[in-house]
């Protein structure tokens, strides 16, 4: 940057300071804090960019609020900049435009379905004592960490089966066969787990393996045929509430984000065009 763009942003710099504290003595969310080649920077766009930081935990400070109003400075020069030079409708930048925003509305979809079913800390003790429930049956003695793919059909798992006992890689088949594809994106690989999570006839079929042992046939689910790998085991004892509610909370959102898209889309008809 060079010397005026420099003087330019320090006088930028001191009118946002003079007026920000104006604005905070005013409080009048219209006021119009600066101007950027002619486009206004006002005293609600500012406080709309402090309550987003305050709620990911920022405090609210004369500094933050200096830093934010810069930033909505540069960030109305840019787009400026952007939209003069075309580059908002480049095809490639339209497309990336349009998920942006289609992201961030699935963000506040999803953050007003929480403030309208609030993940409270009894909800997340509730599940730890559930968790705690399962630990204590024999059959969770210990936590399995496993590599599964999942097939239409037997004859297809009994094929993988074949495959992988005469070398393939099982990470290989997960990923261009499995029809989970979130876990046949990572090779079949699951988080450690308990067998009480898994559905039933794979929950006794693990505790017949050992470390390394691949299932020898096929177990069929009610979500299609499982050939399942123990990648490892270990002795489990669920820690103290306090230690794992942060994670037993991420799990519990991941779940209900997942079961309100299901929700969602009972209501939604999705047809082909014909």
């Known amino acids: 940057m060079n010397i005026v763009n420099l003087n330019n942003m320090r006088i ?20 119009v804090l600066v101007t950027v080649n002619g486009s206004k920077i006002t005293a609600k766009q500012l406080d709309d960019a402090v309550s987003f930081a305050l709620s990911s935990g920022a405090q609210d400070t004369p500094e933050l609020r200096q830093s934010l109003a810069n930033d909505l400075v540069w960030q109305e020069a840019v787009i400026q900049d952007a939209k003069k030079t075309g580059l908002t409708t480049q095809a490639g930048n339209e497309f990336k435009i349009r998920m942006a925003q289609q992201t961030a509305i699935i963000d506040i979809w999803f953050s007003q379905y929480f403030k309208d079913h609030p993940l409270t800390e009894e909800r997340v003790k509730e599940q730890y004592d ?40 099982f990470s290989e088949i997960a990923k261009e ?43 069929q689910t009610p979500y299609g045929w499982f050939v399942v790998k ?45």
């Open 177 to 219: 066969r499995s029809l989970d594809k979130s876990a046949g994106q990572r090779g079949g690989v699951f988080n450690w787990s308990l067998p009480g999570q898994f559905p039933p006839p794979v929950a006794d079929a693990l505790l017949t393996l050992s470390k390394g042992q691949l299932t020898p046939k096929p177990i």
């Open 230 to 274: 123990v990648d490892d085991i270990r002795p489990f004892k669920l820690p103290p509430f306090d230690d794992i509610k942060n994670n037993i909370a991420q799990s519990m959102i991941q779940s209900e984000k997942q079961q309100a898209i299901t929700e969602l889309m009972r209501t939604v008809k999705v047809a082909p065009v014909k």
């Open 12 to 31: 930028v710099g001191v009118v946002l300071t003079l007026l920000i504290a104006s604005a905070a003595v005013a409080q009048s969310g219209s006021k």
């Open 130 to 169: 559930k968790e705690l429930k399962l630990a204590a049956e024999p059959k969770n003695a210990n936590q399995y960490l496993t590599s599964q793919i999942v097939l239409g059909s037997e004859a297809d798992a009994n094929g993988v089966i074949a495959l992988i006992n005469s070398g393939s890689s």
